[in-house]
């Protein structure tokens, strides 16, 4: 039989388990509600956040862009995690794809994926919808642009007349290079990167660059 002292240790111990792990769970939920993204319970709360792979995506066929300058808009869709009953959300992101002239420097005639340059059609300022100009009184008119000799067509924003050359390369403040150098206003970098691979005569987005606005 238990003696008294026996008997008032065991049902300490039975009483303060029940509560260590009542304590436990609470600081779980409480660490999932400010840090939604941490995976891995209480071993991981400095895990990166919870990715779901977006599916690739067409947004083109090259028999949509046979000549030079010829473009076309489309919208990808890229998901993530969603802590809800939908599990998942989509971000719509709307795009440009344009095809370059054989004479711009980096175009290699055997190489398709350089005909190409593939962007986000969001202005990385103050996240605006930019525009495709191909009309060079429009740019100038309407853009506070005036472009230099031989024109071209040039991404610009409506909002705060940025423009955007997509013949010309600028570092995206990572040391990454992209088409787009910004040429007039304010945006602080080219447009956002999307990538893509070329299969079955069709454009094919696989992943976009992440980031917020100025």
């Keep these: 039989m238990l003696t008294d002292n026996q008997r008032r240790l065991f049902l300490k111990g039975a009483t303060t388990i ?6 436990i769970l609470a600081m779980h ?3 999932r509600y400010f840090k939604p993204t941490m995976a891995g319970g ?3 709360t400095m895990a990166p956040p919870d990715e779901a792979g977006s599916a690739n995506q067409i947004v083109a066929e090259l028999s949509e862009l046979k000549n030079p300058w010829d473009f076309k808009d489309f919208i990808y869709v890229r998901t993530s995690v969603e802590y809800s009953s ?7 992101i709307p ?6 002239p054989s004479d711009v420097p980096g175009v290699d005639p055997a190489d398709q994926k ?3 340059v593939v962007v986000q059609r969001i202005c990385p300022h103050l996240g605006c919808t930019f525009n495709f100009i191909t009309n060079p009184s429009e740019l100038h008119g309407g853009y506070n642009y005036k472009p230099p000799e031989p024109v071209h067509p040039y991404f610009a924003c409506p909002c705060h007349l940025s423009v955007y050359d997509p013949t010309r390369k600028q570092d995206n403040g990572t040391g990454v290079s992209l088409r787009g150098k910004v040429v ?5 970098r080219p447009p956002r990167f999307m990538k ?4 079955d005569g069709q454009i094919v987005i696989t992943d976009t660059e992440g980031g917020g606005v100025g």
């Design 95 to 100: 795009g440009f794809v344009v095809r370059l």
């Design 184 to 188: 007039s206003g304010p945006a602080p």
């Design 114 to 116: 350089t005909w190409f």
């Design 86 to 92: 939908r599990k998942t959300q989509g971000a719509k």
């Design 29 to 31: 939920t409480i660490l």
């Design 196 to 199: 893509f691979d070329i299969k």
């Design 18 to 23: 029940p509560i260590l792990g009542g304590a």
């Design 42 to 44: 209480l071993n991981a």
